[in-house]
């Protein structure tokens, strides 16, 4: 049944007003104070790739900057304003909801978010001030052998946001051609942007997107995908594909890390990438890091081997996405704040977190389904992604307004 607008939003001044929290939430010390610090070096990850397919692939279609892409956007988001954000959230700072068909569909769903404020320091990637999102393919739908795709969302004027989405591919080769395929299974959990490469965790392993090649094909047939019998090339329907470029994997499968959301930290020295572990019952859920090179943009690594600096047993349950601030003295001093999801009926926790003492709970701080996290610095805003059907926004809200 689809939810109008103004129910939904009667709907959430109904849940807003039960839960306390307008006009403010109050924190609490969430019980639990048995988090604990693991040795960083058991967690290493390989670089691997698939070059010749790859650049095969990249020399075979016209490549396309994202500036285009943001040219070209087919859909507009509505902006949410200050009433309607406080409802979401009351540390609400800014927002927008999916045009109808996405708000709606139930063949994607929405999990990580990334902005140009990862990407650089400045905030802007290419002159453009940009907001991408990851949605991966729902089983009850006709897209779950598409794998996953990227909303590539305008906001250089944020009271005008417009977006395209492009699909995820992997290289391949079809009759001694260069082709692609989907990247099903990808849960697209979390993503992060770091200079041109774009890293999407994608549950047993990360993958590695290059934005220069933002690949440029034919939209004339939804049902097929790579490169058919007369040279043509598709893509369910969509008009641009992202190839992978490499992968990084666990070095030993048995320490079963969980690649459930990622997360840029430009606080620490050097930068590094955040990893969260989802898990229902929180027993075993942990906290990861590895130091990022600023200048290939890739993870600091040894003979392709890449090693944590940094990790934490913390035992939360459904924690979601992560980001931090203040780790200039190190990630053990950083200040943490993590989603927690509860469910399609019941809002989302937000969790803000110091090594070393008990987190502090904002309960129903997120609106239902929230998922992974960024921080953009010059504004102070965490922003998150929600993901259930007539329930999906994307906002941020003050950082400097929640405590640890």
């Known amino acids: 049944m689809r939810i109008s607008r103004n129910r939904r939003l009667a709907l959430l001044a109904a849940t807003a007003l039960a839960l306390g929290l307008v006009p403010a939430v109050a924190p609490a010390a969430l019980a639990d104070d048995t988090a604990v610090k693991l040795d960083a070096a058991d967690f290493q990850l390989r670089r691997s790739a698939n070059d010749a397919d790859y650049n095969a692939l990249v020399a075979a279609l016209p490549n396309v900057a994202v500036p285009a892409v943001l040219d070209d956007a087919n859909r507009t988001a509505r902006r949410l304003g200050a009433s309607e954000g406080q409802l979401l959230s009351p540390a609400f700072a800014a927002g927008f909801a999916w045009q109808d068909g996405d708000d709606h569909t139930p063949d994607w769903r929405p999990q990580g978010i990334t902005t140009s404020s990862d990407a650089y320091d400045d905030g802007l990637y290419q002159g453009r001030k940009v907001v991408l999102v990851s949605w991966y393919g729902l089983e009850n739908g006709t897209a779950a052998d598409k794998g996953a795709r990227i909303s590539f969302v305008d906001r250089t004027d944020p009271l005008k946001p417009v977006y395209r989405h492009v699909l995820l591919v992997e290289p391949t080769t079809s009759g001694g051609q260069p082709s692609f395929a989907s990247t099903d299974p990808n849960h697209a959990g979390g993503i992060t942007w770091y200079g041109d490469l774009l890293y999407v965790a994608s549950t047993d392993h990360v993958r590695v997107y290059d934005l220069r090649d933002i690949l440029k094909v034919s939209t004339a047939d939804d049902t097929k995908i790579g490169r058919a019998a007369n040279g043509a090339y598709y893509a369910y329907g969509y008009q641009y594909v992202l190839p992978q470029k490499f992968t990084y994997r666990p070095v030993d499968a048995t320490k079963n890390i969980r690649f459930s959301a990622i997360a840029l930290d430009r606080s620490t020295?050097?930068?590094?990438?955040?990893?969260?572990?989802?898990?229902?019952?929180?027993?075993?859920?942990?906290?990861?890091?590895?130091?990022?090179?600023?200048?290939?943009?890739?993870?600091?690594?040894?003979?392709?081997?890449?090693?944590?600096?940094?990790?934490?047993?913390?035992?939360?349950?459904?924690?979601?996405?992560?980001?931090?601030?203040?780790?200039?003295?190190?990630?053990?001093?950083?200040?943490?704040?993590?989603?927690?999801?509860?469910?399609?009926?019941?809002?989302?926790?937000?969790?803000?977190?110091?090594?070393?003492?008990?987190?502090?709970?904002?309960?129903?701080?997120?609106?239902?389904?929230?998922?992974?996290?960024?921080?953009?610095?010059?504004?102070?805003?965490?922003?998150?992604?929600?993901?259930?059907?007539?329930m999906r926004y994307v906002l941020s809200i003050t950082a400097a307004t929640v405590a640890p």
């Open 269 to 390: 020295t050097p930068d590094s990438v955040i990893v969260t572990e989802y898990s229902e019952i929180g027993d075993g859920s942990r906290l990861f890091r590895w130091d990022i090179n600023a200048d290939n943009r890739e993870l600091f690594a040894a003979n392709g081997v890449a090693t944590a600096s940094w990790a934490y047993q913390v035992n939360i349950i459904s924690m979601q996405g992560a980001a931090a601030v203040d780790g200039g003295n190190g990630p053990d001093n950083a200040t943490y704040y993590i989603t927690r999801s509860k469910g399609e009926s019941t809002r989302g926790d937000l969790l803000v977190w110091k090594p070393g003492n008990l987190a502090k709970m904002y309960p129903g701080m997120w609106p239902i389904g929230p998922e992974d996290m960024a921080y953009r610095k010059s504004t102070d805003e965490m922003w998150t992604v929600t993901e259930y059907a007539d």
